[in-house]
């Protein structure tokens, strides 16, 4: 199972936008590929350690906890990591 984690906050422009380009990957990826990912979300107003670490690069991108992308998430560049991460676990 491959773990993607979006980090962001409430009412964050970038973070809707992130979490948008997350669900289309997923919803393109191949199912074999999408079924195998687990999407987490966490606020960093919810997470003191978070916003210590994240609070100026929000949304963040974590997949299996590394940093995959902050800012603007490229969705060529999400659906490749993601289907990388599932041939590594094959």
Do not use: F
Request: proline share 6%.
């Amino acid at each position: 199972m491959t773990t993607l984690t979006l980090i962001g906050k409430p009412d964050c422009h970038l973070c809707d936008v992130a979490r948008e380009v997350v669900d289309q990957v997923l919803a393109d990826l191949p199912d074999d590929v999408a079924d195998h990912v687990e999407v987490r979300e966490a606020s960093i107003q919810d997470d003191p350690a978070l916003y210590d670490l994240w609070w100026e690069k929000i949304p963040v991108v974590l997949i299996d906890d590394r940093l995959h992308g902050h800012w603007r998430i490229a969705p060529e560049r999400l659906s490749a990591a993601l289907t990388e991460a599932a041939d590594t676990r094959a």
